[in-house]
């Protein structure tokens, strides 16, 4: 079954408790920190240029976007955001969202591996685990190539992941229930070890009006534990250098009991082109 449709209408009271508002503080941080750098002789950069450069700064794509909800908190920061994910369902949610704040986010319906823009952007950010659903090298490299295409020169990727020790020492196989006034959910975790595939299936029981009877269904996902070292290749092999690594809970240097970790990758390659072509 195709993940996030029927649990998007349900998808942010299950995650009311998630500190979106910190990871839109950090991560505000870390483009003002690592993202396009004004050049040292900037008072050779005038006009248009600057305004160029300074544009690009500021237009941040949310790879995996969900309902919207960090898209949103990225916005009201200044940032000039556009939205992407697969599920329109979701994209629904976010699009309301959207109606009720008068933001000017553009979303777009497309798988991340097939990523399509109409321009570069100074960052792109791709969190809340959502580069574990890419379950083989080949959708890791796909979507970091595009990312990196995608990127303005010395733009950088934000993304997080889940550790295989999350999967295989904390998750495991485990089961986790939650009541809610109006909606439920049971959430059976089966890992995969030789896959290192992690398996979870949600039933979902949610009232469809006041006092009315209950719906169920069920949705299936399955998202890939990744090493340290692996991602660090991938980015590499999709032409960007890895400028920061960190313990997502600690915002310390990852260890061997880290289960999810940041990745700043900056884009060189387009840099390096220049460099060359301007020498020529």
Not at 181 to 200: A, K, M, P, Q, V
């Amino acid at each position: 079954m195709e993940a996030y449709t029927d649990f998007a209408s349900v998808y942010d009271i299950f995650m009311d408790a998630t500190p979106y508002e910190e990871w839109a503080d950090f991560l505000s941080e870390l483009i003002e920190k690592y993202g396009i750098s004004v050049p040292a002789e900037k008072e050779k950069i005038q006009g248009t240029a600057e305004m160029l450069l300074q544009s690009e700064r500021n237009l941040v794509l949310d790879l995996g976007c969900g309902t919207g909800t960090l898209t949103e908190l990225l916005y009201r920061k200044g940032y000039d955001v556009m939205g992407v994910d697969n599920s329109q369902e979701m994209l629904n949610v976010a699009m309301a969202k959207k109606e009720k704040t008068g933001s000017e986010i553009l979303y777009l319906c497309q798988d991340m591996r097939e990523l399509d823009l109409y321009s570069t952007v100074g960052t792109v950010v791709c969190v809340c685990d959502s580069v574990n659903y890419l379950l083989e090298d080949e959708d890791v490299m796909d979507t970091f190539s595009l990312v990196n295409n995608y990127l303005y020169p010395g733009g950088i990727f934000i993304f997080d992941f889940n550790t295989v020790y999350k999967y295989e020492a904390v998750i495991g196989d485990t089961t986790i229930a939650e009541n809610r006034e109006t909606c439920s959910f049971i959430w059976e975790n089966y890992y995969h070890e030789d896959e290192r595939l992690n398996e979870y299936e949600i039933t979902f029981f949610v009232r469809e009006a006041p006092e009315g009877l209950f719906r169920r269904f069920t949705e299936t996902h399955f998202q890939r534990g990744y090493t340290l070292s692996e991602m660090r290749a991938f980015v590499e092999q999709a032409g960007m250098e890895v400028a920061l690594v960190l313990d997502a809970d600690t915002h310390e240097a990852p260890g061997e009991r880290s289960e999810r970790i940041y990745v700043v990758a900056r884009e060189c390659m387009k840099k390096k082109e220049t460099a060359v072509s301007g020498r020529d």
